[in-house]
Each structure stands twice: as C-alpha cells, then as structure tokens.
C-alpha cells in the first residue's frame, strides 16, 4: 500500500519550515564557537591570574597605603603623603633628577644608536663594531655601575687619563657635585642602552625594501634626503619600539645609580624610583613610599599613552 506524508504543506509564498536535519548544523556552529571561547579563556585564565596577583592587586595595596602614615595605627591620612612632592626638598630634586633621566635616556640611546646602525649597515667591521656595542647590553645595570665607578671615582681612570695628556685642570669629583653627577650616570646609563637601539635599527634597515632608495638616487636626491624622506619614515616602527622602551626605563632607573651614589652626596642624585626605594626601607616611611610609587606608575602609564597614542595618531591607526 503506498505511503503518504501526512505533514502539512506550507501555504504559497511562505518558505518551509526548517526540518531536524536543517538545524542541526547550526546547533553544531554555535556548540563548537562556545567550545572555542572557553578553550580560549581557559588558556587566557593563568595570565590573568598571574597579572592580577602580581600587578594589580599590589598595585591596588600600594594607593590604598599611600593614604595612611607610616605605621599600623596611624588614621587616614587623605593626601599628606602626596603633598611631600611640594614641601620635601629631597623629592622636588628627585623630580628634576628624574625629568633629565626621561630626557637623557630617550635621546642619547636614540641619536647614538640610529648613527651606529647607519654607520655599520655595511661597513667592512661591522660585526665587530657591532659587538663591541652590543657587549654592554649583555652586563646588568650593576655590572656596568661597578666599571663606571672605576673610571669616575676621584683617582678614578678618567682622571688620571685628563693627567697623562697634562689636562689635570679639568680633573674633579665627577660623582660629587650635582648636576655633573647625574649627568655622568645618564651617559653610563646609555653605554649600556644603546646596544638594543643598535640592534632594533639594523633590523629596522635591512627590512627596508632597496628599490626605494634606489629610486630616490634616479631622481637626484642626496644622501640626507635619502636618510630624511626615505629611510626615517620606514623605521617609525622601530623608533616607537625603541622610544618606548627607553622612556620606561628612564623613568624606572634604579639599579645603577644605587651602586654608584646610593642617591647621594646626600640625596642630590636621587630618582623618583631610589626615592621610594629610600623613603620605604631606609626612611620607614611606607606611606610616603606608597605615593611616590603611585606617582611614578602615573607618569609612566601617561608618557607611554600620550607617545603612543601620538605615534598610532600619525600612523592613521
């Protein structure tokens, strides 16, 4: 006996229904979209972990203590801790310490290691230019505190060097007097510093295509209008990365202007980061420690944003 369906027809001009078999791969889609997103945070869940127990949550600890004295019972204290920035001598020096720090980190590694990569791009000794460069970069902040100390102390190399070629006159205390000091460690600072920049712009130059220069040399431009108009603007990216990374690390400055001075003579070399390293431990005053922690965080999350928000403004991102 012949079979019939039995279900209904869809009126005319109205579509069927879906059947099973129809909705079944949608139910399929969406089960292996929501499979994706969970695997996803589950392999995101122990960074985020590690962020929140490492960075913010100290970071949340650190304002909440920047508002109470400097022991356990002492009541809140509003911003007493943060108004020391105007009447503590020691910090508003520690602050202009920290501006020339900002300034002399961000140009000296910048200039220094553009003109060495360019310099060495393809030079015959390159590789061995190259190293000797490079080599400091490989030291700790530390290390490099140790051999400047060497060369600047009183009877230090560096005087004894301005003796043997009878300039005497010009020998001093180049740790002892401020700003000659902080200007010193600066250049120590790039010595070091500038070994990355070094690196980043050799890779910023062998990247750029050869045919634009090239073509740049068919139409009559000089050498500086080659590196002006054609090579700078095709290294923004490396300069952003290497702008940036010098910003944070001048500001974050630490280890080697403690072995060299230990913020001294008195507190004349001070940075903001050996002030509340000093005002915390040595001064025991966490509270005091705790704002200048929270400032220096502040300046240093504004100057990346602005920068880099700059940088992607120009770039049209």
Known sequence: MPTTDRRPSAPLGEPAAPGPAARRPSLTRTARATRERLAAGGFMAPAVLLVTLFLLAPFVWTVHRSFFGDSRTTPFAWFDNYTLFASDPALTRSVQNTLMWVVGTVVLPFVLGLAIACMTDASRFSRLARLCVVLPYALSGSAVAVVWNFMLTTDGAVNQVLDTFGLGSL?????????????????????????????????????????????????????????????????????????????????????????????????????????????????????AGAAIAVVLTVIVLAASWVYLRRQLDVKGV
Do not use: C
């Open 171 to 287: 020998a001093q205390g180049w740790l002892l007097t401020w700003p000659g000091n902080t200007v010193v460690m600066i250049l120590a600072n790039a010595w070091q510093a500038t070994g990355v920049a070094v690196i980043l712009f050799l890779v910023g130059l062998q990247s750029i295509p050869p045919e634009t220069i090239e073509a740049a040399s068919l139409d009559g431009a000089t050498g500086w209008q080659r590196f002006r108009h054609v090579v700078l603007p095709q290294l923004r990216p490396v300069s952003i990365i290497v702008i940036g990374m010098s910003l944070v690390n001048g500001l974050k400055s630490f280890d080697l202007i403690w072995v060299l001075t230990q913020g001294g003579p008195g507190r004349a070399t001070e940075t903001l980061a050996v002030s509340m390293y000093n005002e915390t431990f040595l001064e025991l005053r966490p509270g």
